[in-house]
C-alpha cells in the first residue's frame, strides 16, 4: 500500500522537551517537505530535503532540525527553541520537479 | 500582503449549488496553480493542478487561472455534503519553488459546508 506515513498521529509534550516527528515514504519520491499548519494562516514550509543527506531551509525553520539519512525517511525535530511549537504538522513528498505534492495525514502536536 | 490571498468564508451552501472559490496572488514568478481539499484532521488531498492560465475541468470541479488579472477559481458543480471541507489554493514557480517546484505559497484556506 503507497503512501506517505506519519507517525504519531496525536503528540503531547512538557514545554522544553524535544520532539521527533516521523515521515516515512514508499513511493520513491526525491523530494520530501514539512509544512506547519496553524488555524486561519495556511500551511508554512519549514524545511525540505530533493535528494539524501541534503536539506534546506524553508520559511520558518527556526527552532527546528531534520535530517535525511534514507530516501524513504524525513524526521522533524521540534527544539525546545521553537517559541510556538502547538501545531499540526504535515509531510509531504513529490516525484519530480513541476508535479504536485502529495501530503501525508499530519501530526498534531500538543505543548503545555 | 501575503503572497497568495484567500476569502476564509465560512462559506454554506445548499446541496445542489454551484459553489465558487477564489484566490488572489502577488507574485508574476507563479506558474503551477493547486487546489486541495482538507478534511478535518485529515492530511490536504490534491484535487487539481494547473499550469499557467487556463480552465482545467475534472468532474463536478473546474479549476481556472487567470495569470493577467493574478486571479485563481475553484467551481463545484451540483455541490455535495461529502464536499464539506477546507479548500486551500496553492502557487509556485521557479524563482519561488526552487528547481523542485515543491515550494508551496498557501492561500488560508475557505472553510466550506454543504447542507443537505
Not at chain 1, 525517511?73 to 511549537?85: C, E, G, Y
Request: hydrophobic letters at 30%.
Amino acid at each position: 500500500d503507497g503512501g506517505i506515513t506519519q507517525s504519531p498521529k496525536y503528540l503531547f509534550r512538557k514545554e522544553g522537551q524535544n520532539v521527533t516527528l516521523s515521515c516515512e515514504q514508499n513511493l520513491n519520491h526525491d523530494a520530501m517537505y514539512w509544512y506547519r499548519q496553524d488555524p486561519g494562516q495556511g500551511l508554512r514550509l519549514i524545511y525540505y530535503s530533493q535528494i539524501v543527506n541534503d536539506f534546506q531551509k524553508g520559511d520558518i525553520a527556526e527552532g527546528y532540525s531534520v535530517s535525511r539519512e534514507k530516501k524513504e525517511s524525513f524526521p522533524l525535530t521540534v527544539t525546545s527553541a521553537q517559541k510556538n511549537p502547538t501545531a499540526f504538522y504535515l509531510c509531504a513528498t513529490h516525484r519530480t520537479a513541476g508535479t504536485p505534492l502529495h501530503f501525508g495525514n499530519g501530526t498534531r502536536l500538543t505543548v503545555t | 500582503q501575503k503572497e497568495v490571498e484567500q476569502d476564509p468564508g465560512p462559506l454554506s451552501v445548499p446541496e445542489g449549488a454551484i459553489v465558487s472559490l477564489n484566490c488572489t496572488y502577488s507574485n508574476s514568478a507563479f506558474q503551477y496553480f493547486m487546489w486541495y481539499r482538507q478534511y478535518s484532521r485529515k492530511g490536504p488531498e490534491l484535487l487539481m493542478y494547473t499550469y499557467s492560465s487556463g480552465n482545467k475541468e475534472d468532474g463536478r470541479f473546474t479549476a481556472q487561472v487567470d495569470k493577467s488579472s493574478k486571479y485563481i477559481s475553484l467551481f463545484i458543480r451540483d455541490s455535495q455534503p461529502s464536499d464539506s471541507a477546507t479548500y486551500l489554493c496553492a502557487a509556485t514557480g521557479p524563482e519561488a519553488g526552487g528547481t523542485s517546484y515543491g515550494k508551496l505559497t498557501f492561500g488560508q484556506g475557505t472553510i466550506l459546508t454543504v447542507h443537505p
